[in-house]
């Protein structure tokens, strides 16, 4: 799918979340980091990535995921809140 960079970008400086689905499908490093967790946890792994302005913007709206996820905050503060079950 072709993206409209421009766009992208105003929409981003406006609040808006960026979600890249699969990156493990185009950047090499995050294919072979899943690889090893696959190993490590016996399991099937998947990946998304978030960009998500700096302005108290958040990417979701509270939720709950019916699988188990694991989240890697690679930069920037935020504040987590996680809920009991």
């Given at each position: 799918?072709?993206v409209?960079?421009e766009?992208?970008?105003e929409?981003?400086?406006?609040g808006?979340?960026?979600?890249?689905?699969?990156p493990?499908?185009?950047?090499?490093?995050?294919?072979?980091?899943?690889s090893?967790?696959?190993?490590?946890w016996g399991c099937?792994?998947g990946?998304?990535a978030?960009?998500?302005?700096?302005?108290?913007?958040q990417?979701f709206?509270?939720?709950?995921d019916?699988?188990?996820?694991?989240c890697?905050?690679?930069?920037g503060?935020?504040?987590?809140?996680?809920?009991?079950p």
């Amino acid at each position: 799918m072709k993206v409209d960079h421009e766009l992208l970008w105003e929409q981003f400086q406006q609040g808006c979340t960026i979600r890249l689905l699969c990156p493990h499908k185009h950047v090499d490093s995050i294919h072979s980091l899943l690889s090893l967790l696959e190993h490590e946890w016996g399991c099937m792994v998947g990946a998304n990535a978030y960009l998500t302005p700096s302005n108290l913007s958040q990417g979701f709206a509270p939720h709950y995921d019916d699988i188990e996820a694991f989240c890697l905050q690679l930069e920037g503060s935020k504040h987590w809140r996680v809920y009991a079950p």
